[in-house]
Each structure stands twice: as C-alpha cells, then as structure tokens.
C-alpha cells in the first residue's frame, strides 16, 4: 500500500519537527530563498569538499585505474536511488532521506574499511577513544567541512538535526530485520560504538536498511570483474538466490526485488521491514561475501601497504607536537617534507588555537593544542581521514623519497 508511512514522515505536522529542523545555530537567510530546511542540509553537503573527495576514496577494492569499480560517492549515489525510491512510495520525506544518503559516508577514511580500522587502532593507542566512520561524519558535517556565507565568511556546515542523527546512526552492518525510529532526540555525543541507537526518523531508517543494500550486491559485481571470486562461488551464489545455472545474477533486478519487499512488508507498527525469506537470503550473501571477498587473500597486500602509509604520516605529524611550540615544530619538518606540512598547517589554521587571526572565520575552535596533546592527535587524525587515497599515497611518498 502507497503512502502507509505518510503520518511519520518528517513534516510540520510531525510531533518530532522542532527537533528534526534544530540546527546548532540559525543558518543565514535570502530573502529569495525557496528551498526547504532539508534541501539547504542536502546542498551544503554537495558543495563541501569531503563530498567531493568520495570520488577517489576506495568502497572495497583499491583500483583507482579502473573507471568502471564502485569508489565511496557511487556507492552513496546507489543508497540514495534505493532509498528515495522506497521513501517515495512510503511517503516519506525525500528530502530529507536524499540529504543522509548523499551525507551518511562523509566520515570514511582514505583506504575503505582498513583505512577506518587502522585510524581507529592509532586513536585507542594515543587518545583511548575510537575512531569509525559514523561517529567521524558527524565530525566533519559539525567541525570541520566550512562553506563560505554571503560576506565569505568560512561557517561551519550546521546541518539539521536529522541529518546529523542519520549519519551517525545509520550503520548498514546490520543483522536486525524491523527498524523503527527511536522516540527521543538524544546528544548525538552519547553514542561510544557503531549502531548503538535507532535513528531518530524513518527516514534514517530507511537509508540504513537501503546503505546494505546497496553494497552486498555492489561488491559482487566488482568481485567478479577482478575476478576475485570464480565460477565455484558463482555456483554457491546461484544457490544462495536460488537460480538456475543459466540464470545471470542481475544486480538492478534484485534490489528492484529488495525493495519491493520492504515496501510490502513494512508497517508502522513492526518498521522497516523485509520479508524473513528475503532477510535470510541477504544474510547468507553477506556472509558469502565476507568469506569469498572481505577476507580474500588477494586484497592483503594492499591492505598491508595502507597501513604503512597511515602510520608513516600520522607518526611525523605526531612527533612535531611541543605546546604553544608546536607550529615552529612543525616549520622545522617543513625543511624536509615542504608539501604535507604546508598543507597540513594550512588545515590546523581553520580550527586551532594557535593561530591568533581568524580573519574571515566564523567556525568552532577545535583543537586547544597548547594545552592538549590529545587534541593534536585528534587533529591528524582529522587531517588523514579526511584525504582521499591517491592524496594519502602522494603524501607518502614525499616522507620516503629524498
């Protein structure tokens, strides 16, 4: 049935709107402005650089040679055609669930997944938190993504509510079948792991049931072009979908089929829903895929290789920290690596304590690096998640050669 969720969608006649809209601070106004609060979060994003970036950050496999394998921004592309789609049906906001969809990846560090895993290894080691992707886009939507205003003014991006709760909280390594929204509106700083809370609207529910979706099946079709999985899986495979020998596995077709059957069977009173048929057959491709690709012997040299390259820049970084003397540190590794301190010195400027003019800043302090050596910690790590693979590997490549 169209429209069963029609009630619960983010609107002003939502109990939960003043929440969902509340932004930390009131965002400038035209007085030709015609879009609504959701589409201002979804342009914002678009135009930020850590949206840009996505295009040349690794999904799973790193081949940046290779136009036609999945990076991270075709990945988002997917979960917001699969997500609006479903949305639309519901009558859900597509507004808002186009702005988590196009934002919920922001947060991934360079190199996938072992990117993330090697950054949040350093974080525990140095500044005993965590460090994983969710928690890190809400970062860079809060913190560190800046958009210049009408007098070009750098403002921090200062998305609503929503939008924020949907990136945190939208965790796509899910087992649990029936989603259903939390009821409070909690300080996103409460969550301490991946997956802790419900989103808080429908629409974040839907993005993070459309986000495994999308790339269980996506990282097949990649598979089977590097030929990383052979004609044995493929037979498993065929099994698992239940199809004939002859059949194609036909990626469009079953997420055309997936959603469908959310849409069938969800319901305001058990939630985002699939069938248990259908929920049992993704569960089994997950696992194939984490056996046949995730953990594929072919994909631990570069793995390897990725952390090397993390370790090397975070640990030169780390080692020019000295107080309030820390910025002539940093200049004095500039003899030798004039391109990443540069650069990285150029980021700091944005948010730390130590530069003493802030023309044309109007974003949130960050890092009090005359008192805390965790705060500069935090803020390479900010740096190296934020570069895309290429940019990671070029830095690298600077500290090694002479």
């Known amino acids: 049935m169209q429209n069963k969720l029609k009630e619960q969608a983010a609107s002003p006649q939502n109990p939960k709107w003043e929440e969902m809209t509340k932004r930390e601070k009131p965002l400038y106004q035209r007085v030709n402005e015609i879009r609504t609060e959701f589409e201002r979060d979804y342009t914002r994003i678009i135009h930020s650089n850590a949206y840009r970036r996505l295009k040349h950050k690794t999904q799973v496999f790193f081949c940046p040679q290779n136009d036609h394998i999945c990076t991270r921004i075709e990945h988002i592309n997917y979960v917001e055609s699969i997500s609006c789609t479903m949305a639309k049906y519901l009558g859900l906001n597509e507004e808002l669930t186009r702005a988590i969809a196009v934002a919920h990846d922001l947060g991934h560090a360079p190199f996938g997944h072992k990117g993330e895993k090697i950054l949040s290894q350093i974080a525990q080691r140095d500044m005993g938190e965590l460090f994983w992707h969710e928690k890190n886009g809400v970062n860079m939507v809060e913190n560190i993504e800046l958009l210049e205003d009408e007098q070009r003014n750098k403002q921090n991006l200062n998305l609503t509510y929503a ?75 065929r099994d698992i979908l239940k199809l004939g020998k002859d059949q194609y596995i036909n990626n469009t077709r079953i997420i055309n089929g997936l959603s469908n059957d959310i849409c069938k069977n969800t319901e305001l009173a058990t939630g985002i829903t699939l069938s248990h048929e259908n929920l049992e057959m993704l569960d089994l491709i997950k696992k194939f895929n984490y056996k046949n690709i995730y953990f594929n012997e072919k994909l631990q040299p570069s793995h390897r290789y990725f952390e090397i390259v993390i370790q090397e820049i975070y640990e030169l970084l780390k ?43 109007n974003n949130k302090i960050i890092y ?15 740096f190296i998640s934020g570069m895309t693979d290429n940019y990671a590997i070029k830095k690298y490549n600077e500290i090694i050669s002479f």
């Open 163 to 237: 939008v924020r709760d949907g990136i945190i909280s939208h965790c796509g390594e899910i087992d649990e079948n029936a989603i259903k929204p939390r009821k409070e509106a909690i300080d996103l700083k409460q969550y301490t792991k991946p997956n802790e809370y419900a989103p808080y609207t429908w629409e974040g529910c839907l993005v993070k049931i459309s986000d495994k979706i999308s790339y269980i099946f996506r990282d097949i079709e990649d598979a089977l072009r590097l030929k990383i999985i052979d004609e044995q899986n493929m037979k498993e495979l």
């Open 368 to 382: 009090q690096v005359a008192k805390r050596k965790e705060d500069y910690y935090k803020s390479i790590i900010d």
């Open 319 to 361: 080692k020019a920290y000295n107080q309030e003397k820390t910025l002539e540190e940093l200049q004095k590794l500039g003899n030798f690596y004039p391109e990443l301190i540069q650069e990285f010195v150029s980021f700091l400027q944005d948010y730390w304590d130590l530069n003493q003019q802030r023309n044309k800043l």
